[in-house]
């Protein structure tokens, strides 16, 4: 069956299997970025921006998404152009393994386009759909702190946080 | 700085590591794979599929034990897009072990591809390769196989007891070390130090217990993956979530009878591993189906078969007894204990002298005496675990040491300052206990665990927190419990890492390591050694590393030997490349080698500055010009020594108890690695390990059911802590200088596994005057506690 969505600011018609998950679509098409972690949507390292809200890609339907919105982690940044959320979650030693990381950064892009100055309280709470075994999350909760302050002086000096799509 | 020039044969001698001002060790450096992975452009196993791939699945056992008494793969054959299937029947039959270590591994060889037996529930009987998952999901349903039930023993004595089951009845399995598999004996080891009956008649108070310590998972959010493919020359290439590219290798040529330079092993980006992945598990099925049909072949576990079927912690069953004077001297520790490794006996040996080793050397004391025994039941499959028995050990020797500075009235940080190992002294239990050899002998030589009692008890608040909370009013009691840790750096006289530095045309090295980073930063570590040996930026060194092709010999990511041991192999060898780079500048500036100091990226002439050359220009002059050649350093590092790491871990909970449910309110963990190459990556490493373990200690527990089947193969019913409810740890680096070291460096990636385990039970007895002895500390079993000590009070 075909599906019509948006990924990264990229329209796409794709020819999917009816029972393909999200995922899996994304993934074929080269945005790997996604991970797998448990098929069972538990551990958060599937997740993806559907119109702007965080959602576990390895349950979701494709077929489901028919014109939406799809952002991926490839879709904030890359090495050359990384979004502030990607910086801050380096510079504070967020990042371990990186398997969870894009779902990590993915929901607190979700979290900070809507609260831009959350409490502690919040961010747990908004990050609670993502799993990480290697960092005991302390360093976590630090990343979004920075890329709160970092986002905070980017709009407060007019740059817009919303990084160009590359071809 | 490097004034030891003089001729290649002596330059080529590591320079001595003694301490000195350093520009980027010591420095929170950015991890060098950070942003790749921030990004996810970062490439693990499951993220690069070459065209044509097959899917890899594997049918697992339903029986705790059974035979295989036929397998009819004619109907799944059938099924179109199925392009091989493999069983006890159509493999060579090789017995090996699956544990990732040194050779000849210190584990039984009891394990075959497939057998025509099932010893556990999830134990491997076939696998099939299709086009698609579907295909192959279907194949497996297709499989028909006749199962022979046989008795099955499920708990640790029981499967020691006469007539208990016998597990590996076989008679082609063998091992080098202590081995009776007729009576379930996986491995046993024993030490003997001093005079144990003396010490306990000596001693004014004797304090002992049984403790049990549980099944639980690494749980790393990649599952086990593996790629396996032909290259363009045939050869086999296994892309794979290891922490151990050459013992994969050659466990993988073993087991399948070819030769090593048949195959080429690539570790790709790794998504966690805890151990769990020191292991061939994938690999040589994964590896046969590629040989069987010639194509690409993609396995990986699901979540269920990841807690099932891959490795966990090994469950202990323990008895511990301590005498000690009324002074504080501990006159004798008696440790004896069974191991349960589950259906087969990967690590069964080494674990067990880890319990000993890294528990018992830990204080004071003339009279030990260790006996353990590795058991095989029809469970699960033990494994090299983050911690490797100093987790169980110090379960038991942690809350032992609580019991008996409570039984003498001393404080236990009092207690412990007393009686910890110092630097200078050694114990004779690190000769007793080797890793499947005899052990070494060790002197501490760098030892900060006074240093980080002190400053974590007072970060903590001991004062202001113990014996304070029991008396608060309503059902809800706080506690604080402490313990001391100490773990290794790499295995003495076993392990072995080399590396080689090249330089090229701008300056810039390549850096080629065997070492392999498994998330921990190992990548990062082995760049900021080699940058602040040769004077150049991080981002001048381009890393090649974990690939059995291009990569010198590494034994892998295991024993907290990485930045220890691989971080000094590349250390020599940009000594290496750096004395040999003297030469070429001595030459170009016409002076001899020895006047010659280094600076930032140049050499310049002793006390004159601007007779200079730059790395570029003496690079470019050997490339290009004169005397031309590939300028370039190589060394191996091995180890004469383990030295441990030490800590010093406090923790406060509140116990609940109307519901018995325990919380960590307050965590503070004190660390002497040594000198912290990276201290944000050595934090990392200790709240990480540390969470993992509170996580072990209050909820994550493997269910069986009467049969040995796991109830609770899934995230929804095996909890690991979501950033919604984690305790926060406070992590305190206490720098020591350990001279053997990199820079000074010891490991710190394990040791803070050991301490939740100890700490949370000591808080616990400190806020409700029970003693968990049984992990994990679950709402029932504090529950069952209080009310056995009611019980007791009103009788």
């Known amino acids: 069956m075909k599906l019509h969505v948006r990924i990264n600011g990229e329209a796409r018609e794709l020819e999917i299997a009816p029972g393909a998950v999200l995922g899996d679509v994304l993934r074929q098409l080269g945005l790997t970025g996604t991970k797998m972690g448990c098929r069972e949507g538990h551990c958060g390292s599937c997740m993806v921006l559907v119109n702007g809200k965080p959602m576990n890609s390895c349950l979701l339907l494709a077929a489901k998404v028919e014109g939406a919105e799809i952002t991926t982690i490839e879709g904030l940044g890359d090495v050359r152009n990384p979004h502030p959320i990607q910086e801050a979650f380096v510079e504070a030693g967020a990042v371990q393994c990186g398997f969870c990381t894009p779902g990590m950064i993915i929901s607190t892009k979700a979290l900070l386009d809507n609260e831009p100055h959350p409490s502690l309280e919040r961010v747990r709470e908004a990050l609670s759909g993502n799993l990480c075994r290697c960092t005991g999350y302390a360093k976590i909760f630090d990343a979004v702190r920075i890329a709160e302050h970092k986002l905070a002086k980017a709009s407060g000096n007019g740059k817009s946080t919303r990084r160009p799509h590359r071809p | 700085m490097t004034k030891t020039a003089g001729t290649k044969k002596t330059s080529a001698r590591p320079e001595p590591n003694a301490a000195r001002e350093t520009r980027v060790v010591g420095k929170p450096v950015p991890k060098v794979d950070g942003l790749s992975l921030a990004t996810g452009r970062a490439k693990f196993t499951a993220d690069e599929i070459p065209p044509h791939c097959l899917v890899g699945m594997l049918l697992l056992s339903p029986h705790a034990h059974a035979k295989i008494k036929s397998i009819d793969t004619s109907e799944a054959e059938k099924l179109p897009g199925v392009r091989a299937i493999l069983h006890h029947g159509n493999v060579p039959r090789i017995a090996h072990t699956t544990a990732g270590q040194g050779f000849p591994e210190p584990s039984p060889w009891d394990t075959f591809m497939f057998d025509n037996k099932v010893r556990y529930v999830g134990d491997r009987v076939a696998a099939v390769a299709a086009e698609t998952r579907d295909i192959a999901l279907q194949a497996l349903k297709l499989i028909r196989v006749e199962y022979e039930p046989l008795p099955a023993v499920f708990d640790f004595e029981e499967a020691l007891k006469p007539g208990a089951p016998i597990i590996h009845d076989e008679p082609d399995i063998t091992s080098f070390l202590p081995f009776d598999p007729k009576r379930n004996l996986a491995a046993w080891a024993k030490a003997d130090v001093g005079d144990i009956e003396k010490g306990l008649a000596e001693a004014d108070v004797v304090v002992e217990g049984e403790f049990e310590t549980h099944y639980y998972a690494h749980a790393p959010i990649e599952p086990h993956v593996t790629l396996t493919y032909l290259d363009p020359d045939g050869r086999l290439v296994i892309r794979t979530s290891t922490q151990v590219p050459f013992h994969c290798r050659r466990i993988v040529a073993q087991t399948l009878g070819i030769p090593v330079r048949q195959i080429r092993v690539i570790k790709p980006r790794l998504g966690g591993g805890f151990g769990g992945k020191q292991e061939i598990l994938l690999e040589d099925v994964c590896a046969m189906l590629t040989l069987r049909t010639g194509r690409p072949v993609l396995m990986e576990l699901n979540r269920a078969q990841e807690f099932t079927s891959s490795r966990t912690r090994h469950p202990m069953r323990m008895w511990a007894k301590m005498g000690v004077k009324k002074n504080g001297e501990v006159t004798a520790i008696d440790f004896r204990g069974i191991l349960n490794t589950g259906a087969y006996g990967s690590h069964g040996l080494t674990v067990l002298t880890n319990v000993g080793s890294k528990c018992l050397g830990l204080l004071r004391c003339p009279n030990v005496r260790f006996d353990g025994k590795t058991v095989y039941t029809n469970l699960p499959v033990g494994g090299a675990y983050r911690g490797y028995g100093a987790t169980q050990g110090m379960m038991a020797l942690g809350q032992l040491i609580d019991e008996a500075a409570r039984a003498i009235g001393m404080d236990p940080v009092e207690f412990c300052l007393r009686n910890h190992i110092r630097a200078g002294e050694t114990h004779p239990i690190f000769r007793a206990l080797g890793e499947g050899r005899e052990g070494v002998d060790m002197t501490i030589a760098s030892c900060g665990l006074a240093e980080c009692i002190r400053l974590g008890a007072e970060r903590f608040g001991w004062k202001q927190r113990r014996g304070k909370g029991a008396s608060m009013p309503g059902p809800i009691k706080r506690g604080a419990g402490m313990v001391i840790l100490m773990q290794g750096s790499s295995i003495p006289e076993i392990d ?300």
């Open chain 2, 496 to 795: 072995m890492a080399a590396a080689i530095v090249k330089l090229n045309d701008d300056g810039s090295v390549n850096l080629y390591s065997g070492a392999t980073d498994l998330g921990t930063g190992a990548d990062t570590i082995l760049a900021q050694i080699v940058a602040e040996t040769l004077h150049i930026p991080v981002s001048d060194v381009i890393l090649t590393v974990a690939d059995t092709d291009n990569s010198p010999f590494d034994t892998g990511a295991y024993a907290s030997s990485t930045t220890y041991l691989s971080g000094e192999a590349a250390r020599r060898a940009a000594v290496d490349l750096l004395e040999n780079m003297r030469q070429v500048a001595a030459e170009a500036l016409d002076v001899s080698p020895e006047k010659l100091d280094v600076g930032e990226k140049c050499f310049y002439v002793h006390g004159n500055p601007r007779k200079t050359i730059s790395y570029e220009a003496l690079a470019r002059r050997a490339l290009y010009s004169r005397n031309q050649q590939q300028l370039v350093g190589h060394a191996s590092a091995i180890s004469h020594v383990s030295p441990p790491p030490f800590a010093a871990h406090f923790c406060e909970v509140e116990v609940d108890t109307e519901t018995g449910v325990v919380r960590v309110v307050k965590y503070v963990a004190a660390v002497d690695c040594g000198v912290p190459i990276n201290p944000k990556l050595a934090e990392g490493q200790t709240e990480g390990a540390v969470l993992n373990s509170i996580g072990a200690a209050l909820m994550e527990e493997y269910l069986f059911n009467d049969d040995g089947r796991m109830l609770n193969p899934t995230f929804n019913y095996y909890k690991l802590f979501t950033p919604g409810e984690t305790p926060l740890v406070e992590t305190i680096l206490v720098p020591t200088h350990e001279p053997t070291g990199p820079y000074g460096a010891k490991s710190v990636s394990e040791i803070s596994t050991n301490g939740p385990l100890p700490a949370i039970a000591n808080a616990i007895y400190d806020a409700v005057g029970v003693r968990l002895r049984k992990a994990p500390y679950t709402p029932e079993r504090v529950l069952e506690a209080l009310e056995a000590k009611r019980k007791a009070e009103h009788s």
